[in-house]
């Protein structure tokens, strides 16, 4: 034990050392100057500073998370913890588009995102050997006296080049993609997505924001046949216009939108419930559990 410490102590001492002659190499040796400009950009350039948190960057791989879901059906029940995963690997799901394209989006990106995690390791070690002196591929003491500074900087410059090449192609992949799966959605999507239902959840809570002892009413929309959605309003009368003027503007990929525009001259609004707004909130999810109205998407209480 001790003399696996005293070993220890002993390659630290080196490294030390080693370090301390940084300094004195970069006035002496041109190569080294410049070795040692290129590696001040691993702590300055922001495509290089996230990449090294993560080998998948955050900034390509939040990207591709939120253009996966646009391909996805609203039906589907996903834990964000699988959805992660589609860097590496993928379970097919529903989807709302075309399935050939999500899958050309979803090889692509995993071909890069292989690609990613072999240059990770590249940077990885480049990094240790000249801010730690580790000896990975670079041992700078037997560089500088055997005079091979020359080749350690071609060595380097090829990876810091192509490791910014590299990020830049993959900000260009989730670029064309987005613009390619965006477009696919809007033209020939034959349900919602996982992204518009998001989008749907949200706005519903910013619309419904109030204090629970605010007075409100719940209210149904309905056509001669059936029930097909459950809300909460202060004002009723308005919220209803709103929704009718909703569906055939910003609110028409709504799902309850489609049952306005179908039956709209059949459409009428029906108080079932008032009170404060935290007994509607109850009622709204208990009218909902038992009627099942097709155009919520929520359990209800949200407003």
């Not at 700078?140 to 060595?155: A, G, I, P, R, T």
Request: charged share 35%; net charge negative; glycine share 4%.
């Amino acid at each position: 034990m001790e003399e696996a410490k005293k070993f220890i102590q002993e390659l630290d001492n080196n490294r030390k050392e080693v370090l301390s002659h940084f300094d004195e190499w970069r006035e002496l040796h041109p190569d080294f100057k410049r070795i040692s400009e290129i590696m001040e950009n691993f702590k300055t350039n922001d495509l290089l500073v996230e990449y090294q948190k993560n080998s998948l960057p955050t900034f390509i791989g939040d990207k591709a998370i939120e253009i996966y879901k646009k391909c996805l059906s609203f039906k589907v029940k996903l834990k964000m913890y699988k959805i992660d995963k589609l860097g590496y690997s993928y379970t097919p799901m529903p989807y709302c588009i075309n399935s050939e394209k999500v899958k050309l989006f979803v090889d692509e990106y995993q071909t890069w995102g292989r690609k990613s995690y072999e240059i990770w390791h590249d940077v990885y070690y480049l990094k240790e050997d000249f801010f730690n002196n580790r000896g990975y591929k670079f041992k700078w003491e037997f560089s500088v006296k055997y005079d091979m500074l020359k080749y350690d900087l071609q060595k380097i410059e090829k990876i810091y080049n192509e490791t910014i090449e590299f990020l830049k192609s993959g900000i260009e992949l989730i670029n064309k993609y987005d613009e390619i799966i965006t477009l696919e959605y809007e033209t020939n999507s034959f349900e919602m997505s996982f992204s518009e239902r998001e989008k749907e959840i949200k706005q519903l809570q910013e619309n419904y924001l109030g204090s629970d002892e605010e007075y409100c009413y719940v209210y149904t929309l309905e056509c001669d046949f059936f029930v097909f959605y459950v809300g909460i309003a202060f004002n009723p009368s308005e919220r209803f216009e709103q929704h009718i003027r909703g569906a055939f503007y910003d609110e028409s990929h709504l799902f309850k939108s489609k049952f306005i525009q179908k039956y709209h001259e059949q459409v009428k609004q029906k108080i079932v419930y008032e009170g404060t707004r935290r007994d509607c909130k109850k009622f709204e999810r208990e009218y909902i559990s038992k009627h099942n109205p097709l155009g919520n998407m929520t359990e209800g209480g949200e407003g």
